[in-house]
């Protein structure tokens, strides 16, 4: 018998995460709504950036990103330093798993979390725990009623996906203010500028009051491939305390995001004017789309993102005869069996058109039911 290199113990059991899908077999015109990507793009500035510098392709980009995290620091009010920067924010949570929890340490997530904090946490060899959700919403006290002496990080997103609900920022900074001082609290804000929640806080307030006080304990994090429409750009950050951005700096690539992306970024973060249009556009068709979905009888949770949830009285058989329908169609939604919620669809805000080509599918769909 043959001995081979093994990856460690516990990898294998990961389940590969998969993507949502761009094509259709036999489907030349797609509307893909699977994804959360911004149906109005990128700031018209951001291509100006990139053609900039293409000129020279040779030159490593900054490996400190250092003019990116000052123009995210004069947006958001922040210290540069305290701004770290990543190849997604989904990097950055890669990154906090490995330098803060490993074999016979406990991460706990909510019940529909996002599934990245499950694989960053098997792949550090630690253990992931889920707190019920209430209402498809996040528990603070069956997230604090798993935390134990082994507990490193407890992962929040906020608004969560695929669920589209959040908790206001009283019940964050009570789940703050009731975790130990041992546990690094992230708070995943990626679709935080949709909100329109007034009790809602994206975090930053808590990260700041750990780094006043001294206890360096809690981390938000944010991306640019929702509402600034870079997805392909993987542009992450987070806000954290300068002992926590060490040791992330320590273990991150060195050059870890591209000079085109950072030269994009720089500029979308810059026109606010963009941000603006784009969060009233998904503030006008959100509840439209909601409504239009539950007029005809598909019950949709109530979100803060750019998608809705939309569960299947029918249960897994209808929610998957309503994907395969859509499908027909040329349009592309998320199942999201994989979070444990067999029989809902997460669908994307998309252009004026998308959403109506979507109702009028979803019509035809119960139509014929």
């Not at 499950?118 to 253990?127: L, S």
């Not at 908790?167 to 130990?180: G, K, N, T, V």
Request: aromatic letters at 6%; hydrophobic letters at 45%; glycine letters at 8%.
């Amino acid at each position: 018998m043959i001995n081979k290199p093994q990856p460690h113990a516990g990898v294998m059991q990961i389940a590969q995460y998969q993507p949502g899908e761009s094509a259709l077999e036999g489907q030349s015109r797609i509307i893909k709504l699977a994804s959360n990507e911004s149906p109005l793009g990128a700031s018209p500035r951001v291509k100006e950036a990139i053609l900039a510098h293409l000129e020279t392709p040779e030159r490593y980009p900054d490996g400190a990103a250092k003019e990116l995290r000052q123009a995210i620091a004069a947006a958001q009010g922040l210290k540069s330093s305290e701004i770290v920067t990543g190849n997604g924010s989904e990097q950055i949570i890669q990154l906090l798993t490995r330098a803060y929890a490993g074999p016979g340490d406990e991460v706990i997530q909510t019940e529909y979390g996002f599934l990245v904090y499950r694989i960053a946490a098997m792949a550090a060899g630690a253990k992931i725990l889920s707190a019920k959700d209430k209402n498809f919403t996040a528990d603070v006290d069956a997230i604090l009623a798993l935390v134990t002496d082994r507990t490193k990080i407890v992962f929040i997103a906020n608004p969560n996906n695929p669920t589209g609900t959040h908790i206001p920022a009283s019940e964050m900074a009570r789940l703050r203010q009731r975790l130990p001082s041992h546990v690094l609290l992230v708070i995943d804000a990626a679709y935080a500028e949709y909100v329109t929640d007034e009790a809602y806080s994206d975090g930053a307030d808590l990260v700041k009051a750990a780094i006043d006080s001294g206890a360096d304990n809690v981390v938000m994090t944010r991306t640019f491939s929702k509402i600034y429409g870079l997805a392909s750009m993987r542009i992450g950050w987070a806000y954290l305390p300068e002992s926590i951005a060490g040791a992330i700096n320590r273990i991150r690539e060195v050059f870890n995001v591209t000079s085109l992306s950072q030269a994009a970024g720089i500029v979308a973060v810059q026109d606010q004017d963009h941000i603006r249009k784009a969060k009233a556009f998904n503030a006008e068709w959100l509840p439209k789309v909601t409504h239009a979905l539950e007029d005809m009888g598909i019950p949709v949770l109530p979100s803060q993102g750019n998608f809705i949830l939309a569960c299947f009285a029918g249960g897994e058989a209808e929610s998957e005869a309503a994907d395969a329908h859509l499908r027909a169609d040329g349009i592309i939604v998320r199942p999201v069996g994989g979070y444990g919620l067999p029989d809902c669809l997460r669908i994307t805000i998309g252009t004026e058109a998308e959403n109506e080509a979507l109702i009028n599918s979803l019509k035809n769909f119960r139509a014929g039911r």
